[in-house]
């Protein structure tokens, strides 16, 4: 009985006007629409705050000069000494108090350092600190303000796709990026696809003393970020041995092709399966020739013990994580015949003299601060969640000498990121990247390394972080406020009136629904047509480098407010049956939960934001089902009637399409743009064209009770 009216396939695309009149205040309709629309347009008008505060380089001239404290050079000859002069962004000399302050001139600045000790800027050889920090609520700025308290100066940037690397490089070209930046261009992605080698056209660099370099080329061998690290063995019975992501020759062939054309390439390998193979290719795409190009492998937590040697043997460099997670393991514990496989630090360091082994925090999934990765590296102590945890009884005596550690986290790590001739040791003619601190680690009791703390930050001889009560190191300075990131929500006075009106809205179709129809049909039609439009530009943007996460999550907003008015036009139309009321009420609340997902709790930067878009878009979809079945009959559509039923349904295509396709990929939400864009453009189109006679009022209610 349905069917009588399901004329989808056989729609005349002809616009039937005869008989229907436009609404009698179409004027007062129009104007309502226009000021309907203002609204979200102010939404868009909003300005973006600046992203940073431009560095200034370092004085060529001035010079200042440390003394009195314990300076650890991390160089061969002279690993201790007491001075260290300045001059603008280069160390001019290290030496005795008397060499140093020798060099005064007029204009010298003097800081005594009363016995602190002064040592090279940190190095995190692997973060996702800048890469991942919209996830982390923080701009890019505040971002780098956190290395830069954590005395990181140089750092690895290991997750670059398009998008971020258009953001950074934007920020450096301003004048922005304050920390040395070494960038990371996937190639495959944490689970594996591939991502084609848009990289070639970036191509690396090598300019010393530069802030930000592209140094090579990520690939993920196995598993960790995305399904399981590729073992041996099994880690529980029955769960298998973990994710190998390619096989040995197309690893080879990613791997070679990265080497021929000059990259350094970072092999993420976790389980010992994937260290293996990662070996095994690089010593084939090596065939004895020197590693020059410094290729690493990243985190290596499992290795067996024959293949550690091979490290050196290839010159491959390990990075690895300081910060043990003895507090919070990542899964259950490797089976006993296995675990001396696990983080064998010593042995890497003992088999291996000369192979600059590197450090890294892995920012979100590990410590920002150093310290807790120095104790880990000394002690294997984790202070996760603060309460100190001992390491498994297999790992106890598996440490390395602070000296060992602290060299790796600076020097040797600055080897990974392609810099140990530009900074990573304090000597003449190096880049004054370095840091004080409050407490020297060599003599510490090593439970406490973790205690330690950061009195001053300088990059490039600039003063970037000082501890406020250490103001005699950085005279004249004042700690800045990291510029937060863009607040892209309107108004609050606006996005409160904006709620409003969408509450008002149902109100008034429900108290009011003839005369409501009558007014609301165009406005909500031409809304619904808007979001459709607006729906496929932003389709149509997504195939371009237009897309960032910013505008597209700010645009969102507009089509979904528009989509919750034209909502309520069609829940006006309805004039019979709770059924379809309820339904278009669902659709409704749906369209406003989506859109105040990124109006009200800002951009998805949040679980609840993120709950909200899905609870919103699912809650639409349903509406649509449900509305659109029992639209079946041509109620208020007459003619393509079957279409919202056919919209709801395809909504839901990509909603579950998102846990199958890739993480990273942007098919889903096209799929959704497309769909909405298609759907309500036709929809509102509909709108405007449904009869308003109330012919279909004289079904008879059995009819009704039916549906
Ligand atoms: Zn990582």
């Given at each position: 009985m349905a069917r009588r009216n399901f004329n989808l396939a056989s729609i005349p695309l002809v616009i039937e006007s005869s008989g229907r009149k436009l609404p009698g205040r179409a004027n007062q309709a129009l104007i309502g629409c226009g000021l309907l629309l203002l609204l979200p347009l102010i939404l868009i008008t909003c300005g973006r705050a600046p992203e940073g505060v431009p560095r200034e380089p370092a004085d060529p001239s001035r010079l200042t000069l440390y003394f009195n404290g314990t300076i650890l050079t991390m160089t061969e000859g002279q690993p201790q000494v007491e001075g260290m002069a300045v001059r603008g962004e280069k160390i001019e000399a290290t030496g005795s108090d008397e060499e140093i302050l020798a060099l005064k001139d007029g204009a010298a600045a003097l800081i005594d350092l009363d016995g602190r000790v002064l040592m090279p800027g940190f190095v995190d050889?692997?973060?996702?600190?800048l890469n991942d920090h919209r996830s982390q609520g923080l701009s890019l700025d505040e971002a780098q303000y956190q290395a830069l308290k954590n005395g990181i100066t140089s750092l690895g940037t290991l997750y670059v796709d398009e998008s971020f690397l258009r953001e950074i490089q934007t920020f450096d070209e301003s004048g922005f990026l304050r920390v040395r930046s070494g960038l990371y261009l996937v190639a495959s992605d944490p689970c594996g696809s591939e991502k084609g080698a848009w990289w070639k056209e970036h191509p690396p660099s090598r300019v010393p003393g530069e802030m930000l370099r592209i140094n090579g080329v990520k690939i993920f061998a196995d598993g960790g970020s995305c399904g399981r690290v590729a073992l041996s063995f099994e880690l529980q019975p029955g769960q298998g041995t973990g994710d190998l992501w390619f096989t040995q020759d197309e690893l080879q062939a990613m791997v070679a092709e990265v080497d021929a054309a000059g990259y350094q390439a970072a092999i993420h390998a976790i389980g010992d399966r994937a260290v293996v193979q990662a070996l095994d290719v690089l010593e084939t795409v090596l065939a004895g020739r020197p590693n020059t190009l410094h290729h690493r492998m990243e985190h290596v937590s499992v290795i067996p013990p024959e293949q550690i040697a091979r490290f050196g043997e290839l010159g491959i460099v390990p990075v690895l994580i300081g910060e043990y997670p003895s507090c919070t393991p990542y899964g259950p514990p490797i089976p006993g015949q296995y675990a001396q496989m696990e983080w064998p630090w010593r042995a890497l360091r003992e088999e291996n003299p000369g192979l600059p082994l590197a450090w890294h925090t892995d920012v979100p999934f590990q410590s920002p601060n150093p310290f807790d990765h120095l104790l880990g590296f000394a002690t294997r102590l984790d202070t996760a969640g603060r309460a100190v945890c001992p390491p498994a009884e297999a790992l106890l005596d598996d440490t390395l000498p602070v000296e060992e550690a602290l060299s790796m986290m600076t020097i040797q790590s600055a080897y990974a990121l392609g810099r140990d001739e530009e900074v990573g040791s304090l000597a003449p003619g190096k880049y004054a990247d370095f840091i004080v601190l409050a407490a020297n680690p060599l003599s510490v009791e090593p439970a406490k390394l973790a205690e330690n703390r950061v009195l001053l930050t300088v990059v490039g001889g600039r003063t970037e972080y000082c501890w406020p009560a250490s103001q005699e190191l950085c005279p004249g300075f004042a700690n800045r406020t990291a510029v937060p990131l863009p607040d892209l929500r309107p108004p609050t006075a606006v996005r409160w009136l904006a709620a409003a009106l969408l509450l008002f809205l149902p109100l008034a179709a429900m108290a009011t629904r003839r005369r409501y129809a009558s007014h609301m049909q165009p406005i909500s039609g031409f809304s619904g047509i808007l979001a459709g439009a607006i729906w496929l530009a932003l389709l149509f943007m997504s195939f371009f480098p237009l897309w960032n996460e910013d505008t597209s999550m700010l645009l969102l907003t507009l089509p979904a407010f528009l989509m919750a008015v034209g909502t309520t036009g069609i829940a006006a139309l309805w004039r019979r049956g709770w059924f379809g009321t309820l339904a278009l009420w669902l659709a409704l609340l749906g369209a406003i939960a989506f859109s105040e997902s990124s109006v009200v709790s800002g951009w998805f930067r949040n679980d609840l934001g993120w709950g909200l878009f899905i609870l919103g878009l699912l809650g639409h979809a349903i509406g649509l089902i449900l509305f659109g079945s029992v639209n079946l009959r041509g109620r208020v559509f007459p003619r393509w009637n079957a279409l919202p039923l056919i919209v709801g349904l395809l909504v839901l295509l990509p909603l579950a399409s998102s846990s199958m396709l890739p993480e990273s990929s942007d098919w889903p939400i096209r799929m959704l743009l497309g769909v909405l864009g298609g759907g309500w453009l036709v929809i509102g189109w509909l709108t405007i064209q449904a009869p308003r006679d109330s012919s279909h009022e004289q079904m008879n209610d059995a009819e009704q009770v039916v549906l």
């Open positions: 050889a692997h973060t996702h600190l």
